[in-house]
C-alpha cells in the first residue's frame, strides 16, 4: 500500500548524489555535439546498453568518460539544473550533491568553471522548487594525497560555497587512512566529513572513516553489517548511512534487490537513509529507490517515514531547519 505519489509526496532530502552521475545519455550526446568531442558510442541506445557492470570498477571507468563532454560553465550548469528538476519531481526539498573536481581539473578545466555552473542552478533550482543545496567536494581516492591538497587549495576561494569533503572512487586497494591528513586540513577549515567506505572495502575501512578521518557521515556502509561491533557501534553514535538500492544492486554490491540490508539496517537501529548515487547510470532516482526497496524488502510507509526523517537528521542543514522539516 505504498504508491508512488505517497513516495513522491514524502519530503526528502538527498545526501548521496554525484553530479556528474546523473548525466543521461540524451544530455551526453547534446553536449557531446555542442562541444565537438567525440564519444564511442552511436547512439543513447548504445550507451544504455553499456551499463552493465560487474563492479564498481567496470562502472567507474565509463563513468569517467562520459564526463569528457562537460566543459563549459554552462554545461555543469545544465547538468545540474536537469538534476534538480528531476529530484524536485521526486519530493526532494533539500540536496547535498558531491561532485568530484579531479575529474574535470585533470582535463584542464578550471575549479571555478565547475563551481560557477553548479552554483548558478543551485540558484535557479532554489527559485524554481524552493530546494535548499549543498555542496560536497570529494577527493577521488584512486589518485594521491598531494592530488588532493592540491584539490583542497583550488577550492579556497570558493569554501563559502562548499559545505563538506567526501571521498570516492575505487576503494579496495584505498582505504581511508591515506587521506588522514588532508581530512584533518578541511576540517580544520570548517568543512564537514564524509566518505565513502563499506561499499566493496570491508568493515576496516569504516572503522578507519570514522577513527581516521573522523567522518560526519557514511556513505553507502554496507559491509559494516558483516561487523557486530562496527554495527553496534554506528547505531549508538547516530552515524547515518546514505544508503543506494539501485546502485548497489548494479554494481553487485547485493547479487538480488531481496537481498539488499535496508530493512536490517533499520531494526538494528542504524539511521538509514536512501538515496539515488549515480541515477543517470544504474537506472532510476531518488524515488525509484524508494521504490524497488518497498518492492523487494517489503517497507511499509512508517518505514519510508522514518528513512525520509533521517534524511534531514543526517544532512548538514543548522538544527533549526532540520526541526522545521521534522
Ligand atoms: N563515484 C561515483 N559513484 C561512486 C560510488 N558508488 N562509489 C565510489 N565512487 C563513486
Ligand atoms: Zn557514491
Do not use: W
Amino acid at each position: 500500500d505504498v504508491s508512488d505519489d505517497f513516495i513522491a509526496g514524502l519530503p526528502k532530502a538527498e545526501l548521496h548524489l554525484h553530479i556528474e552521475g546523473s548525466l543521461e545519455p540524451e544530455l551526453m550526446f547534446a553536449l557531446a555535439a555542442r562541444n565537438r568531442v567525440e564519444i564511442p558510442f552511436a547512439s543513447v541506445e548504445e550507451v544504455r546498453a553499456a551499463y552493465a557492470f560487474s563492479n564498481l570498477q567496470d562502472f567507474l571507468d565509463i563513468y569517467y568518460q562520459g564526463a569528457n563532454v562537460l566543459l563549459t560553465v554552462q554545461d555543469f550548469h545544465d547538468l545540474a539544473a536537469a538534476y534538480f528538476d528531476r529530484a524536485a519531481a521526486d519530493g526532494v526539498v533539500h540536496a547535498e550533491i558531491m561532485f568530484d573536481p579531479q575529474t574535470h581539473t585533470d582535463r584542464g578545466i578550471a575549479f571555478g568553471t565547475v563551481i560557477d555552473g553548479l552554483s548558478s542552478a543551485i540558484h535557479e533550482a532554489q527559485a524554481r522548487h524552493g530546494m535548499t543545496v549543498k555542496l560536497i567536494l570529494c577527493f577521488l581516492r584512486h589518485l594521491d594525497e598531494d592530488a588532493a591538497f592540491a584539490t583542497l587549495e583550488a577550492a579556497t576561494p570558493y569554501l563559502d560555497r562548499i559545505t563538506a569533503v567526501g571521498l570516492d572512487s575505487s576503494e579496495l586497494g584505498h582505504p581511508p587512512e591515506k587521506f588522514a591528513r588532508v581530512f584533518a586540513e578541511a576540517r580544520r577549515l570548517g568543512l564537514k566529513l564524509v566518505a565513502h567506505a563499506g561499499e566493496e572495502g570491508p568493515p576496516d575501512y569504516v572503522r578507519q572513516a570514522l577513527d581516521i578521518l573522523h567522518i560526519d557521515r557514511l556513505d553507502h556502509g554496507n559491509r559494516s553489517l558483516e561487523d557486530p561491533v562496527l554495527t553496534a557501534r554506528l547505531a549508538r553514535e547516530g552515524m547515518t548511512l546514505t544508503v543506494c538500492p539501485l546502485s548497489n544492486l548494479k554494481l553487485c554490491v547485493v547479487d538480488d534487490m531481496r537481498d539488499h540490508p535496508i530493512d536490517r539496517m533499520l531494526r538494528e537501529g542504524l539511521r538509514a537513509t536512501i538515496n539515488s548515487d549515480d541515477p543517470a547510470y544504474f537506472g532510476g532516482y531518488i524515488g525509484a529507490n524508494y521504490r524497488t526497496a518497498v518492492d523487494a524488502r517489503g517497507l511499509t510507509r512508517a518505514d519510508c517515514a522514518t528513512l525520509a526523517r533521517n534524511s534531514f537528521l543526517g544532512s548538514f542543514l543548522p538544527d533549526e531547519a532540520v526541526a522545521a522539516h521534522l
